[in-house]
């Protein structure tokens, strides 16, 4: 008789809301979720829903990797060219009358082209992965304007020597770029910060052999880190929340003393003088 009981307990109260539909309906398309899926979406567990969904991911036969990867490679170059523009438009408001004026505000016109163009190419490649579970699980990590700061990509930029080494909080504030949301990141070679801390710009030279390392990074191991930190918000060998793993920002990263000054326009004397920018 027990059975009868519960069954009358469950229908005068039912667990959830009423609905004359079944729970469990039919799949129309093999990239929805699954219960499984749906169960760990309800229950709040963020870092098990990412790894179930990179493992779906991994066990795919059409993989998105090329997908992935070229839109990390595109966020990259947009970061770039934004940080350039920028760092030309802070000269052109220190020296608003110099005689590279105009040369500057078409390069300044040129980057923005490049911008929009950048922009259209990262949206036509996120529109390839669909609703499927590399999009799901993109979406649901991008929704914190915060997460380049992820451990892994800020340990990252530390190892280069950019801003997240020396706590300026520069990285940290890009997220505040509402009109230009793809242009949140790390530093990239035209950060202008960056080239205030070292005092010299980089010559053609180091310029082409960043950009060939850039080109093969993909074959390293740790860029497996970077493409997990960037898509999914995992680490290895860790199972917090990956918006647990989002540091706050304008702290040293591997440094264990504080003598690090924070970036300046004091920092280097030949940013401030309008004759340096005519000078490459």
Not at 27 to 44: A, N, V
Not at 157 to 180: I, L, N, P, V, Y
Not at 199 to 208: P, T
Not at 222 to 230: G, K, V, W
């Amino acid at each position: 008789m027990n059975w009868l009981f519960s069954w009358i307990h469950d229908f005068l109260w039912p667990p959830g809301p009423w609905s004359p539909y079944s729970k469990t309906r039919p799949k129309i398309h093999f990239s929805e979720k699954d219960e499984t899926e749906t169960r760990l979406e309800e229950s709040g567990d963020l870092n098990a829903l990412q790894r179930l969904r990179y493992q779906k991911y991994r066990g795919e036969t059409n993989s998105c990797e090329k997908t992935m990867r070229a839109l990390l490679s595109i966020e990259e170059l947009i970061r770039l060219a934004s940080q350039q523009e920028d760092c030309i438009n802070e000269l052109l408001r220190q020296c608003p009358d110099g005689s590279f004026r105009d040369e500057a505000i078409a390069v300044v016109k040129e980057t923005r082209r490049l911008l929009w163009n950048l922009t259209r190419l990262w949206w036509l490649h996120r529109n390839v992965l669909g609703e499927g579970v590399v999009g799901r699980a993109l979406d649901l990590w991008r929704s914190n304007s915060m997460w380049y700061m992820h451990e892994v990509l800020v340990e990252d930029c530390a190892r280069k020597d950019g801003c997240c080494s020396r706590g300026c909080g520069c990285c940290a504030k890009r997220h505040q770029t509402f009109t230009r949301p793809l242009t949140a990141g790390h530093c990239s070679i035209g950060c202008r910060c960056c080239i205030r801390w070292r005092g010299f710009d980089l010559n053609r030279e180091e310029e082409n052999e960043i950009y060939k390392e850039f080109q093969t990074r993909e074959r390293l191991p740790f860029y497996d880190q970077i493409e997990l930190a960037s898509i999914w918000g995992l680490r290895l060998n860790c199972h917090k929340s990956p918006f647990d793993l989002i540091k706050p920002g304008c702290e040293l990263v591997g440094q264990k003393d504080s003598g690090h000054k924070l970036c300046s326009p004091d920092t280097t004397d030949n940013w401030d003088d309008c004759s340096s920018a005519t000078e490459s």
